[in-house]
Each structure stands twice: as C-alpha cells, then as structure tokens.
C-alpha cells in the first residue's frame, strides 16, 4: 500500500466523520435521538473530555477549561505521532494489514480533533436549539471545541431480577456508550493490530525467513 493509497483511504473516512457531524450538529438539538432500529438510534450528544466521557478535571486537580485545553494539546501530539507512525512504516513497506490499522487510527484520531480544535469557533450552542455552522455566536473558542457523538447500539435494555443482590432492579444496558465514526475506525485499527498481529508486524521475519537464492545456488 503506498502513500497515496493511504491518504485517500483518510480523506474518505474524514469526510464521512466531519459530514455525519455536522450533519448532526445542524438538523438535531443535543440529546435529541432518533430510532432506527429497537437495538439501533442516533443520539446527538457531546463529549467534551476523553474516552468515555472522562475529565483530566475529574483526576487532576485543574479546571474543566484547562483539562481541555490540556487534552486537546495531547491529542495533537500524538496526531503528530501517529503520523510519523504512519508515514514511516509506509517507507519501510510494512504489511499491508499494519498500513491498513495505522491509517484507520490516524483518520480516526484526526477526525475527532478537528472537532476539539475548531467546533467551538464554528457552531453555536445545541442547548434546545439547532446549531448554526459558522455561527456569529460561537459556543467557545479555538482549542475548546466538543467532540460529536451520534452513533448509539443499546442492544440490551432491562431491569435486574429483584431478587438479585446489590443490582435488583436496577437498570440494564449493553451496549451502553455512543460513539461516531472516528471512534470507530480507531477502534477498528487498534483491533486489527491485536487480532491480526503477527499479520501486521510480521512481513520483515517472513523476509527474513526466506531461503536465500543465491546460498541455495551455491550448494547446489
């Protein structure tokens, strides 16, 4: 897979991502959901922390602001990481797969700083309303933007037993978190690199492995 390959396989993902979410984010007030199917909706919410919803706020003693705008820097570190990740195993001519999975993780973490960077310069608040893109009345600024989440599979939905202990009826769900489309193609990338592994990083020792023609021929 060459370089080229590479960069259209992540301009297609971002233009997904960034079109799902503004999409979202122009047609839907936060917390408005949609049902597709019984296991299946679209639920417009915002993160504004990490994974999960999690706040350096919540674990570090420093204001929801700075924890941001510290997160924010971290994410464009490590996009720049991922990048030069990328950049140097397409050089070195790595497996297709380890190619495929870095791709998908750099599309993906790039799609979702694009929203922590600029979203909060170019929308306005989604609070009972429809958000406007390239509002006059931003809802932040550079840097403290909100990432976009939509996508939603509560697969499982009930209420434990009664007779159940510490849990009895209590509510239920699987699968719980709502996610988007950069989310997925990094979690797409990182699974592929730990299911398929030897697949990924396995090309320089199947080289290596390789009876040597040249040896061979001298032998015989």
């Keep these: 897979m060459n370089i080229k390959k590479s960069i259209l396989f992540i301009l297609l993902i971002l233009i997904i991502d960034q079109w799902s979410k503004i999409y979202i984010k122009t047609h839907f007030v936060l917390g408005e959901s949609v049902e597709v199917f019984n296991w299946f909706k679209i639920l417009f919410i915002e993160n504004e922390g990490a994974a999960w919803g999690a706040k350096l706020s919540d674990i570090l003693p420093i204001s929801d602001d700075m924890g941001k705008l510290v997160l ?3 994410r464009l570190f490590a996009i720049f990481g991922i990048g030069y990740w ?3 195993v397409i050089k070195k001519k790595a497996s297709n797969t380890l190619i495929w999975a870095v791709s ?5 973490a790039l799609g979702n700083i694009i929203d922590s960077v600029f979203y909060g310069v170019m929308f306005n608040d989604s609070y009972n309303e429809v958000a406007t893109l390239f509002s006059d009345d931003p809802y932040g600024k550079i840097f403290y933007g909100k990432v976009v989440d ?4 509560p697969m499982v939905d009930a209420t434990w037993p009664s007779w159940m202990p510490m849990v009895g009826g209590q509510n239920f769900r699987f699968f719980e978190p709502v996610f988007n489309i950069a989310d997925t193609a990094i979690s797409t990338g990182v699974g592929i690199l730990l ?3 030897k697949r990924a ?3 320089d020792e199947e080289i290596s492995n ?5 040896s061979t021929n001298i032998e015989a």
């Design 86 to 88: 990328l950049f140097d």
């Design 150 to 153: 939509m996508l939603y599979f």
């Design 195 to 197: 299911v398929f592994n």
């Design 210 to 214: 390789q009876p040597n023609e040249t």
């Design 201 to 203: 990083f396995g090309k």
């Design 104 to 108: 998908l993780i750099f599309a993906g």
């Design 72 to 74: 924010t820097i971290f």
